[in-house]
Nanobody, 119 residues
Framework: VQLQAYGGGLVQAGGSLRLSCAAS????????FGWYRQAPGMTRELVAT???????NYEDLVKGRFTISRDNAKKTVYLQMNSLKPEDTAVYYC??????????????WGRGTLVTVSS
């Protein structure tokens, strides 16, 4: 599976962006997916996950502001980000979370997309 994130950009605080993650491979429908981010000088962290059945989970920092979704026909996972804050500035990646912990991933990191939120 190859995972490529795109859709980032520069946005003012309070604004919105929608990120997309294009996934190759024939197992898309059976895979869980997660969005992760890495801010400058920080370690990469989990943002949200979505199961193959569509169940979602969010880290507290983004709960109520971000929405993860998937389109199996397009083999794409989305992250709708609303009410963006400067602290959301990071490179965003998608990956397949590990069964033991979603903070671990099972695939090599693909291309991320930079989100910059100005104050």
């Amino acid at each position: 599976v190859q995972l490529q994130a795109y859709g980032g950009g520069l946005v003012q605080a309070g604004g919105s962006l929608r990120l997309s993650c294009a996934a190759s491979g024939s197992t898309f429908r059976r895979d869980d997916f997660g969005w992760y981010r890495q801010a400058p000088g920080m370690t990469r962290e989990l943002v949200a996950t979505i199961s193959s059945g569509g169940s979602t989970n969010y880290e507290d920092l983004v709960k109520g502001r971000f929405t993860i979704s998937r389109d199996n026909a397009k083999k794409t996972v989305y992250l709708q980000m609303n009410s963006l804050k400067p602290e959301d500035t990071a490179v965003y990646y998608c990956n397949i979370p590990h069964n033991i912990s979603p903070h671990w991933v099972t695939k090599s990191w693909g291309r991320g997309t930079l989100v910059t939120v100005s104050s």
